[in-house]
């Protein structure tokens, strides 16, 4: 091959921002194989050259390791120093240990020397290049306004009070997520660069967070603004091209699941039975299993299912119906929902180390002092306490909103189910609190009379949004679907990429071979209105073997990755990610499906992730059968979607009943699994017909399942 290896360093040299390639820096290498492909190198070579280059530095020898640990010395993200300190002491230079030498030698900028080429790496001996491509360099595209944008970040950065060393690690962050404004640069290429980023997103979605400046303390991480117009539009475009982490805060999580409903499991009344923690055949509480009973919660067969919460009368049963004993439910939630009091311990506790203000943890004690006086009223049952409760915590709402923004809507999305349920049951209402966490579709059921007169279950899923642009439902589509009429629809959905027996995320019976994929997409396509002709044979044929190779990758991936039985998921996530079958037939699936076609199968604004850059196999088929599975549903007929949210220091709730029109509908892929989430599929929300017409097919919302 005739090459001329002096030039393409010259072209990588023009192509990087600061004219000077590092072999080090993500982004650069990205740049250099676009520049490579583009000059007709063939893949295989220029991953293994990147495979080189992306080669980590030789690690410290054991002797070096004990003397670190001797010394009391950590690894901090660039070199060594002790836990106790900020900056850098010592730094791996070829396998060894090597003190830094000053403050001085710390802060100076490593410069990286020319790339030096001994022999021609991407010879193949028979490939010639030549020709226009020669002349092609590539070069940041970015325009005024964004670059705006990066000079914004920039300067909050130069402003702050981190010392030099944060200061550059942030510089350095902001330079290589500077490829999200280039208009150049592929999605490919960007979501490359920020895989490699630490850094989390909050859960409003209009901050983003560098995670690593954590290790300087304070809110030093929050230092490309706090929910500013530039940090939204970093979050939307980020979010085009790559699923987005969570804000990776310990405190705001213990918070959060401090504050989740927990009436104890010693309280749980079920139907059956359980010996060797094993459920059997045996009635446990008769009561419970008529109420199970009831239409359509009789369409629930799994038996961790059947159990509710509530006091027990003199026969040992659930004292029901519930409307006929107000006071006594009142009082068994009010004394055995622990949230209040682990939410108070928790807030206690980081207001003593300084973190949060101590009137967040007396806002909550007063408003469990009112539930109380309320309880001993005597007014229960009556439409003034279900009122009176109601102000309670809509006034808690408002203090915990108006002391601490970011952390109020992590609690209150929690505490919105209680005050729903509390609500309804001082106002005399029928309704009863699953006895299981992981209970389909409902955080609340409510008896009510049908048309005919028959009695029936509403399923109210519960959901607190800041804005009220985000409607429940608080199940994933795998436990949502088992409400579905028919029974053959109620396991089709899984849960993440690599899960057994749903390898795609849906059920692989469905996709056991090319044949048998391509007859589960046209049988979905049939039941749907106006969509069977959406593909023609030919596509269908490409779709299906894309389908079906990709999951049969997910497969040997997941193997390659089990040691001792156990699945090194950060491992399988990664290649997931980077497999190039596998993006190979994202590609594919992506030319021919498009953006256009799958925003028709599960509307305009879920459609969008087509264009997404992992969009693949796993996204179409649980999207597909999803979409399937809400239209001859009905809508899941028979769950309703409550909304509470906090506007103007006022609380706000409505409550809506889903529909077919997949524009009502907001879904949010989550495909992976991860340390400490099991992805969750196809994440749904209803937002309803007026949230459809005020935002099109524009982004709304996130739904935060953790």
């Known amino acids: 091959m005739s090459f001329n290896l002096d030039k393409l360093f010259i072209d990588w040299s023009r192509a990087v921002p600061n004219g000077t390639p590092n072999p080090k820096n993500d982004y650069h290498l990205v740049i250099l194989k676009e520049i490579c492909l583009s000059k007709g190198i063939s893949t295989e ?30 690894w901090k993200g660039k070199g060594y120093g002790k836990e106790s300190e900020k900056k850098i002491s010592h730094k791996n230079v070829d396998g060894k240990l090597v003190a830094v030498d000053g403050d001085e030698e710390e802060e100076k900028e490593v410069k990286t020397e020319p790339m030096k080429i001994s022999a021609n790496p991407m010879d193949d001996g028979d490939m010639t290049t030549g020709g226009d491509n020669d002349d092609k360099t590539q070069s940041q595209n970015i325009s005024d306004e964004n670059q705006e944008r990066v000079d914004d970040f920039n300067s909050r950065v130069e402003k702050s009070n981190l010392d030099e060393e944060g200061k550059k690690l942030a510089k350095d962050t902001i330079e290589k997520m500077s490829i999200i404004y280039d208009e150049n640069a592929s999605k490919e290429q960007k979501a490359k660069v920020f895989n490699s980023i630490n850094f989390g997103v909050s859960p409003n979605r209009e901050k983003l967070y560098l995670l690593d400046l954590k290790q300087f303390g304070g809110d030093y991480y929050k230092i490309l603004g706090k929910g500013t117009k530039n940090t939204k539009d970093l979050v939307n475009k980020v979010s085009d091209i790559m699923e987005l982490p969570d804000d990776g805060s310990k405190m705001s999580g213990e918070i959060e699941k401090a504050a989740k409903p927990d009436l104890g499991s010693e309280n749980i009344r079920r139907v059956f039975k359980k010996k060797s923690k094993k459920f059997t055949d045996e009635i446990s509480d008769t009561n419970v299993e008529r109420l199970m009973n009831t239409p359509p919660l009789d369409r629930i067969k799994t038996k961790k299912f059947k159990s509710l919460f509530g006091p027990l009368g003199g026969d040992g049963m659930i004292l029901n119906p519930s409307s006929e004993h107000s006071k006594e439910y009142l009082k068994f939630s009010l004394e055995n929902n622990i949230s209040l009091d682990n939410t108070i311990e928790v807030l206690e506790k980081y207001a003593n180390d300084g973190k949060v203000s101590p009137k967040l943890a007396e806002s909550v004690k007063t408003h469990k002092e009112r539930l109380f006086n309320v309880l001993n009223s005597g007014d229960v049952p009556s439409e003034e306490a279900s009122k009176a409760i109601d ?58 009379k049908g048309k005919a007169g028959v009695e029936r279950v509403a399923f109210i899923s519960v959901k607190y949004g800041k804005s009220g642009d985000v409607y429940g439902c608080a199940a994933n589509p795998k436990a949502l679907q088992t409400l579905h009429p028919n029974e053959e629809k109620r396991e089709i959905q899984g849960q993440y990429m690599g899960e057994p027996g749903y390898t795609l995320a849906i059920n692989d019976t469905l996709v056991e071979t090319k044949e048998k994929t391509k007859e589960t997409i046209s049988s979905l396509l049939q039941e749907m209105e106006g969509l069977q002709d959406i ?3 030919d596509e269908l044929d490409k779709i299906s073997d894309a389908v079906f190779n990709t999951k049969e990758r997910v497969n040997k991936i997941t193997e390659e990755e089990t040691y001792d039985g156990k699945v090194d998921w950060a491992k399988v996530q990664k290649k997931l990610k980077e497999d190039s079958v596998i993006l190979n037939n994202n590609k594919i699936l992506q030319k021919t499906i498009g953006e256009d076609k799958f925003k028709k199968l599960i509307g305009s604004r879920n459609g969008r992730v087509a264009k997404k850059v992992d969009f693949g196999a796993a996204h179409f088929m649980t999207g597909l059968a999803l979409s399937n599975q809400i239209r001859t549903s009905e809508g899941f007929d028979g769950v309703s979607h409550n909304k509470q949210y906090y506007n103007k220091g006022e609380l706000k709730t409505s409550t809506l009943k889903g529909t077919v029109d997949l524009d009502e509908w907001y879904i949010e892929f989550r495909m992976y699994r991860t340390a400490g989430r099991r992805g969750g599929g196809a994440q749904i929300s209803y937002i309803g017909p007026e949230l459809k017409e005020k935002y099109g097919d524009s982004m709304i919302g996130h739904i935060d399942e953790r």
């Not at 991953?47 to 410290?60: C, G, H, I, T």
């Not at 102000?391 to 929690?414: I, T, V, W």
């Open 391 to 448: 102000d309670s915590y809509a006034q808690m709402f408002d203090e915990l909103m108006n002391e601490n923004k970011d952390l109020a809507p992590r609690m209150l999305k929690q505490f919105a189910e209680m005050r729903l349920y509390d609500s309804e049951i001082a106002k005399g209402d029928e309704a009863y609190l699953p006895g299981d966490g992981s209970f389909p579709a409902g955080d609340k059921l409510v008896f009510e």
């Open 45 to 74: 070579i220029v991953d293994s050259v990147m495979l080189v280059l992306e080669a980590e530095e030789k690690p410290l020898d054991d002797k070096e390791k004990e003397k670190a640990d001797r010394m009391g010395l950590k």
């Open 535 to 537: 593909f023609n044979d």
